[in-house]
C-alpha cells in the first residue's frame, strides 16, 4: 500500500511503524461540594504542567536551539493566561465540576475559537491550548503522555503530534513521523525539520491501529508513505538510502573546505540564527559568520522590553563566540505574525503591511536607541555588523543614520569604547529593489529577503495554503529583482547577499553566483550541502 502526503522534511526511512497513542484520557463529569478545593488543585496542577515546561525548554534547548524551544515559552505563558484561568476557575465555582472536565472543556472551547480565526498562525494555536490542556489533565490524573518506544527504532504514526511530544521523543528510536493532520507551518513541523526527522503529514491514515508492527518506508522527497512494500520498492529505497548516507559522509569531509567553484569563483557562506544557544550549530556546520540573528526572539522571550544589559550580554555572547568571524544582527523585527503583548499592537486586517519592524522602532525611538546602544557596546567583542529590515526609502536610512550618530556620541561621553559596525538593510520589498542604486550610496550592504520579497511582489501570502500552486518563489520576476539588487549593489561599493530560504535552495546556486552575490546565509545544516554544490560549479563554462 502506498499513501501520499505532504513533506516536512526530506529523507528516506525503512522500519517497523509504531503508533502513537494517546493514553486513553477519559474526561468525567463528576459534582465536587468544595469548589475553592477543586480550583486550588487546578491551580497546583498549572504550577506543576509549568515545571514539566521548564524541563522540556532545557531539553529543547539542547537539541533543536532557542529559537525552536521557544514553544515551551510560549506554552507557559498560555497557562499564565488569565481568560483561560478564569475561564476554569469559573467553570469548576458556578457549575460545582471537577478540575479536569473544567480543563477539557475550556480547552476545547479556545482551540474552538483558533481554529475559526482567518489568520493561519492563530489557527495553529488550537493545537497549543489543547496541548496546555491535556498536560493539566495529565497532571491532575497522575497519567504520563504518550506511550513508551520500544528497544528497536521505529517509523512513528500518529493523528497528531503536539510540539511537547516531538521534543519527549527518544530521538534514537525515531526514524521518522507520519501524521493525519499537522501543517508545513506548524511548531512540530518546524521542529522535525530542525531535527532532521524525515516527516510527513496530511497522511491519510484511516486504521492506525492495523499498521502497529509492519515494514514501512517513508520518502520525504516525493511524500510517499509505503506499507509493506513489496520486495522490489524495498530493495530500491534500500540503495536510496545508502546513497543518501553516503552523501552525508562526503559531506563531513567538505568542513575546513573554502567555497569556491572549479574556476576560482568565492562566495561567503553564513548561517541564519535566533537565538545565543543556535551558535553551537553555526560552529558545527562550519559556517563562515552568521548572516542573520533574528533578535527579536530576545523580545518574544520577555515579558517586558529587554534591558540594555539584557541585549548587550546576549550580543556579546554571540560576538566573543564566533571568534572574530562576522555576525549580522538584525534589529527589531517584530509585528505580522510575531507578537508581543507589552507592545501593545492593535489588530491590523493586513499585518503583513502594516505596523512592524523598523517602522515600529523610528516610532519608539527611546527603545530601538537601547537596542542600538546594546549593538556597539558588543561591536567592542568581535566582527558585529548590524542591518535593518523593511526598509522602503532613503528617508528611513537616514533617520537611522542620525541615531546612531547620537548612540555613538553618548558612548563617546561615558567613555564606552566600541567598534565601527558595517551597516545594511534587508531588501524585502519592490519598494526597496527599485530604489536598491539610491539606497547603496547610504549602506555598507545588502541583504535580500526572499521570502517576504516573493510574497510582497506575487501579492501571494506564503502562509496560506490555497495559494501553494501560485506561490513561485524561482518566478521570474523574482529572479530579475535579485540580479538588479546585485548590480545597484556593486556599482556603490557596496557588498550583496541573500538571508531567505532561497539562500539554500541548491538549484539557484549557479545562478546566484552568475548574479555575483558575494554572500548566502542559510540554516546551519545546509551550510554543507551548499558548499559542495559550489565546489562542483565551473562558471567558465555555458550554463544549461
Known sequence: MVLEGKSVFGGIAIGKLSVY????????????????????????AREKAKEQLTVLYEKALKEVGEVNAMIFEVHKMMLDDLDYIESVTNMIRSQEVNAEFAAATTGDNFAGMFSAMEDEYMRERAADVRDISNRIISVLQGTAEG???????????????????????????????????GSANSHT??????????????????????????????????????????????????????????????????????????????????????????????????????????????????????SEETQFGAYKKVAENMAGKKVIIRTLDIGADKQADYFGLEKEENPAMGYRAIRICLDRKDMFKTQLRALYRASYYGTVAVMFPMIISVREVKQIKELIAEVKAEL??????????????????????????????????????????????????????????????????????????ADNGHKEGCWVGVCGELGADTTLTETFLRMGFDELSVTPSMILKVRDKIRKLDLGKCSG
Open 412 to 485: 563617546d561621553q561615558e567613555k564606552i569604547p566600541y567598534k565601527d559596525m558595517e551597516i545594511g538593510i534587508m531588501i524585502e520589498t519592490p519598494a526597496a529593489v527599485m530604489i536598491s542604486d539610491l539606497l547603496a550610496k547610504e549602506v555598507d550592504f545588502f541583504s535580500i529577503g526572499t521570502n517576504d520579497l516573493t510574497q510582497y511582489t506575487l501579492a501571494i501570502d506564503r502562509q496560506n495554503p490555497k495559494l501553494d500552486n501560485l506561490y513561485d518563489s524561482h518566478h521570474e520576476a523574482i529572479l530579475r529583482m535579485l540580479k538588479m539588487v
Open 147 to 181: 506511550k513508551e518506544l520500544g528497544g528497536e527504532p521505529s517509523i512513528l504514526l500518529a493523528e497528531d503530534l503536539a510540539p511537547s511530544e516531538t521534543v519527549q521523543l527518544d530521538k534514537s528510536k525515531v526514524l521518522s513521523f507520519v501524521t493525519k493532520k
Open 21 to 44: 497513542g494517546k493514553k486513553d484520557r477519559q474526561v468525567k463529569r463528576i459534582k465536587i461540594s468544595d469548589t475553592e478545593a477543586e480550583a486550588e488543585r487546578f491551580h497546583s
Open 189 to 306: 513541523a518546524i521542529l522535525a525539520r530542525t531535527m532532521n526527522i524525515p516527516a510527513l503529514i496530511g497522511v491519510d491514515l484511516e486504521k492506525l491501529e492495523e499498521a502497529e508492527g509492519k515494514l514501512g518506508i517513508v520518502d520525504g522527497y516525493e511524500g510517499k508513505f509505503y506499507i509493506e512494500p513489496d520486495g522490489e520498492t524495498l530493495s530500491r529505497y534500500k540503495k536510496r538510502k545508502e546513497e543518501d548516507e553516503q552523501k552525508k559522509r562526503l559531506l563531513q569531509e567538505l568542513k575546513g573546505k573554502e567555497n569556491v567553484t572549479l574556476d576560482g569563483k568565492k562566495i561567503e557562506l553564513y548561517a541564519n540564527i535566533g537565538g545565543v544557544a543556535d551558535v553551537a550549530n553555526v560552529l558545527a556546520s562550519d559556517a563562515g559568520g552568521i548572516g542573520l540573528f533574528r533578535s527579536e526572539f530576545l523580545f518574544l522571550e520577555s515579558e517586558d522590553y529587554p
